[in-house]
């Protein structure tokens, strides 16, 4: 996964009804939640999007976003 603010990513599996969902763990230096200082509602839908398109492929069920650090100015 590549995108400006993905820090690092790695895959997960969890297996629910006995199927075997595939979910894409990315760490982020964004602020992820709206209410919290330093959100950056343009740059977090920009990950977003990114993100929806590697979903697209067919081989994520799941992106899970993990924040690390301090957000880039």
Request: hydrophobic content about 40%; proline content about 3%.
């Amino acid at each position: 996964m590549q995108h400006q603010h993905v820090l690092r990513s790695w895959r997960e599996y969890e297996i629910e009804d006995g199927e075997r969902k595939t979910i894409l763990a990315v760490e982020t230096d964004l602020v992820v939640g709206p209410d919290e200082l330093g959100f950056d509602a343009d740059k977090f839908n920009s990950l977003v999007e990114a993100l929806a398109g590697t979903m697209k492929a067919g081989v994520i069920d799941r992106v899970k976003i993990i924040h690390v650090g301090k957000p880039h100015a």
